[in-house]
């Protein structure tokens, strides 16, 4: 990897295990999913079912670690959560050790929004992680972060056209938007040339391979995220 590329790990931050493995491997930045529950936030891919201590989500691409007691559904699987990980034992794990990118998932309810923009700021201020901790994800939720927490680095996710178009008006209407983190299916030389034009800083999801990570980083971006150790640490 060219030197002052980021390379965050894919889904690395969603359990204790994966965490671990990603820090015996000296990986920089772990990315994880951030959900609100039970007025708590927690660390996790899947969504956790009503009323049960279960989880249901797509079953992961290229993580080295299948969920532990996962039943296979189709392109789905379902699990019990037998090893909840709170955000802000995420954290402790990582501090001192390496940086984390946050994907802010939305909440059930809209009404939500604004508890969990103030429980993720309140945490964020425990932790004191300005400089190792960044955050991507749902909109709505960015947009209070950014009002309750303007020392973090934010990056509005682009995963297809639509939200690319919404991004677009936003450049229109002024928002000085710094950062973004798009789908590697939407970053072209178009897509990257204007960006670039904006001076916004790229970060691109879900790169699988070398050749792909060669093809982005020929782009512009800023940072890699791949669920691929070997392809972010240059032997994959």
Not at 141 to 165: K, N, Q
Not at 203 to 221: F, K, M, N, Q
Request: neutral net charge; hydrophobic residues 40%; glycine residues 10%.
């Amino acid at each position: 990897m060219p030197g002052g590329l980021l390379r965050i790990a894919h889904g690395f931050g969603n359990s204790r295990e994966l965490v671990r493995l990603a820090l015996e491997r000296g990986i920089e930045m772990i990315e994880g999913d951030v959900r609100l529950g039970g007025g708590r936030l927690w660390v996790r891919h899947d969504r956790r079912l009503p009323l049960l201590p279960a989880l249901l989500g797509r079953r992961p691409r290229h993580l080295p670690l299948t969920p532990r007691w996962a039943l296979p559904i189709g392109p789905w699987h379902a699990r019990v959560d037998t090893d909840p990980l709170p955000l802000e034992d995420l954290l402790a794990m990582t501090a001192g050790k390496c940086g984390l990118l946050l994907d802010l998932k939305p909440p059930r309810r809209q009404a939500d929004v604004p508890t969990s923009a103030k429980a993720l700021a309140r945490l964020l201020g425990e932790a004191d992680r300005a400089e190792t901790v960044r955050l991507c994800g749902d909109w709505a939720l960015l947009d209070e972060a950014r009002r309750l927490t303007p020392e973090y680095a934010l990056y509005y996710s682009v995963g297809d056209r639509d939200r690319w178009r919404a991004l677009a008006r936003r450049f229109e209407e002024g928002d000085p938007l710094r950062r973004v983190s798009i789908h590697a299916g939407l970053l072209d030389e178009s897509t990257a040339g204007f960006l670039r034009d904006r001076d916004v800083e790229i970060i691109c999801w879900a790169v699988y391979d070398s050749a792909e990570a060669a093809r982005v980083t020929a782009l512009g971006v800023k940072g890699i995220i791949s669920p691929d150790l070997g392809v972010l640490l240059g032997d994959g």
